[in-house]
């Protein structure tokens, strides 16, 4: 009976034998089609491209500066709502390099953990009591646990439908299994179900969307929340050119063809206005009443 060292060096050793043969024709094929999509987005998308870069440099940058200003007059929830949000750029990044070379799913189920700490932060303002309960996920000292569902809906009232598809596509695929699904109920397969790459303008834009709806906010609670005073790294003329930017991605995004980003960002205008009103001392629900009472 070999002892167990002598049976870990076969394995390493057989292993290492069927390795060495030529590279993965499939992994060469999924590299070429990253770089061939790629060039595809930088031809045609890129005004897409070099915004993003301007925004997330710019969030990067002041989120780094925000480590150094005085905080002696943050509240107890703000430390926590930073890290939140500082904690998320990662996959902000990497759903933006997901989608460039033609993840579009990939991409969107990463924006999925930077959408949620971007609502966590609006839900701690609104219940700071107990913040890291809703990093823990465990019910607050008042008994209140965080849901995001239910706070968008049933709390703020809002008809958002991002955060139901990150659902769908998130759980096992199921948004690309039940495309193909009713596409092959409809017209027959036409062609094997197995591993694909194609452009799919419907899908990129979509994960295009997310992003700069992610940026938007992301820059804008940074410097509502957190870009409190300047210093060395945080340069006033970097928080003024962010505000710049807040508003023309909001006007820009207020003219999309479709009903929906609109909505979305008049929605978002009176998430920001109540976020000032509360954390200045007043109520948030009587705040977010107030704020959305039907105009006359």
């Known amino acids: 009976m070999k002892n167990k060292k002598e049976k870990t060096d076969w394995l390493k050793k057989r292993f290492d034998e069927l390795c060495d043969t030529e590279p993965s024709q499939v992994v060469l094929d999924i590299n070429r089609y990253e770089q061939g999509h790629l060039r595809k987005v930088l031809k ?3 005004r897409f491209v ?35 949000i500082a904690h998320n750029l990662k996959n902000i990044y990497s759903s933006f390099d997901r989608l460039v070379k033609g993840f579009y799913e990939d991409s969107i189920i990463l924006d999925r953990p930077a959408y949620e700490a971007f609502i966590k932060v609006i839900y701690i303002t609104c219940y700071p009591d107990d913040p ?48 193909e699904a009713v596409k092959i109920s409809r017209e027959g397969q036409k062609e094997p179900i197995a591993l694909k790459f194609k452009f799919d303008e419907k899908l990129f834009e979509l994960g295009v969307n997310d992003i700069v709806f992610l940026l938007l906010v992301y820059l804008k609670i940074i410097v509502c929340l957190f870009a409190t005073s300047y210093n060395h790294i945080l340069k006033k003329e970097m928080v003024e050119k962010a505000k710049e ?11 999309h063809p479709k009903d929906y980003w609109p909505r979305v960002i008049k929605d978002t205008e009176d998430i920001f206005k109540m976020i000032e009103e509360v954390e200045g001392g007043k109520n948030w629900k009587e705040s977010w009443k107030n704020i959305r009472k039907p105009r006359k």
């Open 50 to 84: 070099a915004q993003f870069e301007l925004f997330y440099d710019l969030i990067v940058k002041i989120t780094q500066g925000v480590n150094y200003i005085e905080k002696s007059n943050w509240p107890k929830h703000r430390s926590v709502q930073f890290m939140l």
């Open 245 to 255: 930017l807040i508003v023309l991605r909001e006007k820009s995004m207020s003219l």
């Open 132 to 179: 890291f309960s809703v990093v823990s996920g465990r019910k607050s000292s008042s008994g209140r646990k965080f849901n995001l569902t239910n706070f968008i809906k049933d709390e703020l009232k809002f008809d958002w439908h991002d955060y139901r598809l990150f659902s769908i596509i998130s759980h096992a695929k199921a948004y690309s299994v039940l495309t």
């Open 44 to 46: 045609e998308y890129e």
